[in-house]
């Protein structure tokens, strides 16, 4: 008698860079939802990024936090050395998705923006992504998916974001060309681009002042300002099967902002 071998579908894990807090942390909550493991990165507070780890808990999903500083590339071979580690522990030589979310915000006028504020912004927002992402290639594997994130203000000028929209202008053409080359992998890159979301990025600003709220529902189409709850789940499904023919995409999540 032959015995009966019930084919099980690997579990999907994936690699959320600054998921301790905003709509990296919402991401992994989405994820952790549908029963994605993930490796989270955080640059300094631990403590927010274990409450992560214990909130997917809570819905059966295993979560490991890795700490990174995106912006220093000096540490990207100890980090996926770690991240092999972390692997392991989740019983796989190898990650599915990955999303570069990690993170700064820069308010500063075009004529006063200083090198060292735009050399920070490189390096956290275009070179540590292009390098991060180039060293844990190995360890995607075949038919998986990544996501960069951009902003609504490649699309949009508003006076004071020039240096932090013009890196993420670059990573949206850099989005294409991974595309194209990673092809042959058969991986999918996407980009999201996020509106103006109340979180504690930028200090706050759409989440703790009420004027800049209010301004923001007043030019979207949905009236409002969007929240975690309106990026997290969209990324997690566009990482999913469903959406497998999506590629090269730049996807703005806006409500409708300023159109």
């Not at 990174?68 to 540490?75: C, E, Q, R």
């Not at 980090?79 to 990955?98: C, I, N, P, W």
């Not at 490649?154 to 060309?177: D, H």
């Amino acid at each position: 008698m032959t015995a009966d071998h019930t084919a099980t579908t690997p579990q999907k894990i994936a690699l959320v860079t600054g998921g301790s807090r905003g709509l990296g942390r919402n991401t992994v909550l989405s994820l952790a939802e549908r029963g994605v493991a993930s490796i989270l990165t955080y640059r300094s507070n631990r403590a927010e990024a274990d409450k992560v780890v214990a909130e997917a808990e809570k819905v059966g999903a295993k979560v490991i936090a890795l700490q990174l500083d995106t912006g220093n590339v000096a540490t990207f071979d100890a980090f996926v050395q770690s991240v092999s580690g972390a692997l392991e522990q989740l019983g796989s030589e190898r990650f599915d998705y990955l999303v570069n979310n990690a993170g700064t915000s820069h308010h500063n006028a075009f004529e006063t923006t200083t090198e060292e504020e735009l050399d920070g912004l490189y390096n956290v927002h275009f070179k540590g992504v292009f390098f991060l992402t180039q060293k844990l290639l190995a360890l995607i594997n075949d038919g998986g998916r990544i996501v960069m994130i951009s902003s609504g203000l490649t699309r949009l000028s508003f006076p004071g974001s020039a240096s932090y929209a013009s890196m993420k202008g670059a990573i949206e053409v850099l989005t294409r060309y991974l595309a194209k080359e990673l092809g042959p992998r058969r991986i999918a890159v996407n980009t999201v681009a996020p509106g103006a979301i109340a979180t504690d990025f930028s200090g706050g600003m759409v989440r703790d002042n009420a004027q800049v709220n209010k301004n923001i529902a007043d030019v979207t189409a949905l009236g409002r300002a969007g929240v975690p709850d309106d990026i997290g789940p969209m990324i997690a499904s566009l990482l999913s099967g469903d959406n497998r023919w999506v590629n090269a995409q730049r996807i703005e999540v806006s409500g409708g902002m300023m159109i």
